[in-house]
Every structure is written in structure tokens, then in C-alpha cells.
């Protein structure tokens, strides 16, 4: 299958570069049209009706989530094509979100390229842009995390995780329910996306602040768990907590 795209960038250059790297590592993408920012991009999008996006997160006369915005309802997969940024970053990684960094690796593209098309394969039914959309009009603890799981996707908000711990290469993610998930990503990945009430008291566990039924200088209390506090950590999370250190 072809996977037909539109690519936005405010840079021509940029533009014709990825269109010369599509062509010729990703074959199974075929480019309908380029538009240079968001008042060319929409009416294209809609037009076009392509499966993906290459979408620049930085344009003039509004950014990617104005594009996302303004098409509404219609779902298409989004690459995000990103300057690094801590804002942008986390909204993405929380919404598991597909993006490469600026200047373009060809490996990287190939990877979120290949990712993109399982996802179309499979026909999975989530609706990352939405999600993202979302999020950005929340604060943190009303936000919704994806979380990819052993059999696909799961969708939570943040305000249902009482703490995470960390288990070899994945993350058992507890639920407030009392429920487990046993998720396909390091702890640091939610060291990294996650804010405020989320704090790393260990280097195996965060837990979410006001979650905490007890707290002493060397651990913290979560439905009954007893959860030592690591001594890189104490410090900050002491300082956190409002006590003095």
C-alpha cells in the first residue's frame, strides 16, 4: 500500500530535503502536496484527505497544533518535525506521538515512517492528534497519557496513577483501582513526560504526590506500600514535599 502525505514546513529547502529522503529510503510514501504554512496546509489537508502529515511543530501564521485544530475531525497520522523542545517534547511523547528531530536523521525517519505504516496496517483505532489537541487545553493532572502495552494501546488519564515502578526494560503503571499495567517503556520515559504531581523518589519509583497517605525523610506511603525514598532523590523530593532539608 501506498501511504499518500503532505508535507508542511515554512522552509522550501526543508521541504525538498525530506521529499528527496522519502523518495528514496521511504518508497511506500507518496507526497500529494507540500504547503509552506498553515493557511496552505488546511485547505490541502482537506482536500487531499492524506493518510499521513509531515507536519514542521514551528510556522508562521500559526504552529502544528493550529493545523491539527483547524482540520477538525479528520483523522490522518501525524510525523512531527521538531527543534527540540521541552514544552513540545513532553505533549508529544504523552500523547505517543510520532516525531523526528531537526536536522532530519534518515534513520529516524525511516523508524517513525515504518511505525506509521504498522499503525495504518493494523488499523488501530487511536487518535493520537486528537489526544495531543486535548491535552494542550488541560492542566497536567487532568491529562491523558497513551501508554503502549503488550497488546496495543492503552489511554488513561493521569489523575488515575497513584505511582510507577520500574520492571527490567518496562514500567508497571498502578492505577488508583487498584489495577496494573505492565507497560513497553523505561521509567525514565515517565520521568520524562510526566510533571507535576509526579515525582522520582527512587530510581524505581515515581509516584504522583497527592497520592501519598504518609511521608517521612526516608519514605513515602501509597496504599499501604512502603516506599523508600533513594538518597540521590531525598533532597528534592524533601524540598518538594515542603519539608526542610
Known sequence: ???????VDDEAIARTVLQNYLNKYCPVVEVVGQAEHIKEAVPMIQAEKPDLVFLDVEMPFGNAFDVLEACGEQVFETIFITAYSEYSMKALNRSAAYYILKPIDISELVTAVNRVQET?????????N????????????????????????????TSDISKLQAKGNFTEVCMTDG????????????????????IRVHRSFIVAKN??????ASD???AGQQIPIGRSYKELVLTIMGEDV
Open 220 to 222: 513515602v506511603e501509597i
Open 130 to 157: 486528537r489526544i495531543l489537541l486535548q491535552n494542550l487545553k488541560l492542566k497536567p493532572d487532568q491529562q491523558q497519557v497513551v501508554l503502549p502495552t503488550m497488546q496495543g494501546f492503552d489511554v488513561i488519564r
Open 120 to 128: 495504518l496496517v493494523k488499523k488501530e483505532e487511536l487518535n493520537r
Open 211 to 216: 497520592k501519598i497517605d504518609a511521608f517521612t
Open 1 to 7: 500500500m501506498k501511504i499518500r502525505s503532505v508535507i
Open 179 to 198: 489495577s496494573k499495567k505492565l507497560i513497553c517503556k523505561f521509567l525514565k520515559h515517565f520521568d520524562d513526560i510526566l510533571e507535576d504531581p509526579f
